[in-house]
């Protein structure tokens, strides 16, 4: 089946690095995606690694290994703003999504 | 400007009546998906659609029921045979291609019964 694991929750102070981390299982993979939530608005689409490596994108990086079905979110110079879920998300013809990790930044 | 949008963004149902969210999208997207989520909770697949008139059950399908007559259009019917339909409904639209995950979202509707 389909799947995607990522931790419940996070949390950091300012100005430090978070890394999410996202398995994911299924039987087509096409690539890896992360969407950002800040509670009670609409996921807003972050980052996407089609083949292995790191991408960056300002303070946020993603990466993907394909072979370790693994991906992870960097997060650096957090700063309060960045209080939010993170959800990783794959499309297999369905767009699915894991459970997302809540990022708590603390002053 | 293009986007997706969704309405009503409140919703109050009664017990035992049907209710029909909106969504529409002016982005030329062939694909559109709704999501459930609950407090706390991460993206529950509804129903998803790839093509006009053609649409398939996601994960948690029962009591809900959709239509797609019209590229830009998805509306969701919540029924009254979906026993806890308290939520936070949200419409997304994407390219069809497999990998396409750069998706957009409406901003939600928030569907409370009373």
């Known amino acids: 089946g389909q799947s995607l694991e990522q931790p419940s929750e996070v949390t950091a102070v300012e100005g430090a690095i978070v890394q999410i981390n996202c398995t994911y299982q299924?039987?087509?993979?096409?690539?890896l995606s992360w969407y950002q939530q800040h509670d009670g608005g609409a996921p807003t689409f972050l980052s996407y690694?089609?083949?292995?490596g790191l991408e960056e994108t300002g303070r946020f990086s993603s990466f993907l290994s394909r072979s370790d079905s693994y991906g992870y979110l960097l997060l650096q110079e957090l700063q309060m703003k960045d209080s939010a879920s993170y959800f990783c998300?794959?499309?297999?013809?369905?767009?699915?999504f894991g459970a997302g990790t809540t990022v708590t930044v603390r002053a | 400007d293009g986007g997706i949008t969704q309405s009503p963004k409140y919703l109050f149902r009664k017990e035992g009546q049907n209710v029909t969210l909106s969504c529409e999208q002016n982005?030329?997207?062939?694909?559109m998906y709704w999501y459930r989520q609950d407090p706390g909770q991460g993206l529950r697949l509804i129903y998803y659609?790839?093509?006009?008139?053609?649409?398939q059950k996601g994960d948690i399908a029962e009591g809900y029921s959709v239509s797609r007559e019209k590229k830009e259009s998805f509306p969701l019917t919540v029924t009254s045979a979906q026993k806890n339909p308290t939520a936070f409904y949200l419409c997304?639209?994407?390219?069809?291609?497999?990998?396409?995950?750069?998706?957009?979202f409406g901003q939600g509707t928030r569907l409370t019964v009373v």
């Open positions: 690694n089609a083949l292995d």
């Open positions: 659609s790839q093509i006009v008139n053609d649409f």
């Open positions: 299924t039987s087509g993979f096409y690539g």
């Open positions: 997304a639209s994407s390219g069809r291609d497999r990998g396409d995950t750069e998706a957009f």
């Open positions: 982005l030329n997207h062939d694909a």
């Open positions: 998300a794959f499309n297999d013809y369905k767009l699915s």
